[in-house]
């Protein structure tokens, strides 16, 4: 009888990386929630933004744990504003890797995170 191949473990998704113009809008929209109950059509035209862009946008924030619900026909944030933006992914700065292992040294969850990923993404 042929043994089973054990699939490995699928590493957890990567963060989605963003340009910088679009971390603005994302940012921008958090804000316009943020100030009350929006239309999609309102959120759209303030971001210049069309139909498809405007789901993607939403789609980016719900699976960033930004909380948005649909009530009635509007948009609205349904956490505080700051939480909601810290949530945001962040423009990769591009950092060399001397500057990376500097950033990383530290006891936080964020100076964790960045040594894990220095860890993951170099040759063992």
Do not use: N
Request: proline share 6%; net charge positive.
């Amino acid at each position: 009888m042929a043994k089973k191949r054990k699939t490995p473990a699928k590493p957890a998704p990567a963060a989605a990386g963003v340009t910088a113009e679009r971390f603005i809008r994302l940012f921008r929209m958090v804000e316009l929630l943020a100030d009350g109950a929006q239309t999609r059509q309102a959120i759209a035209r303030r971001l210049r933004l069309d139909v498809r862009g405007f789901y993607r946008d939403l789609e980016l924030l719900r699976s960033s744990g930004v909380a948005v619900a649909l009530e009635g026909g509007r948009y609205t944030l349904i956490q505080d504003a700051d939480d909601a933006l810290a949530r945001l992914p962040f423009p990769d700065p591009r950092l060399t890797l001397g500057a990376a292992r500097v950033l990383a040294k530290g006891r936080s969850l964020a100076h964790r995170a960045l040594a894990e990923t220095i860890a993951q993404v170099l040759p063992s």
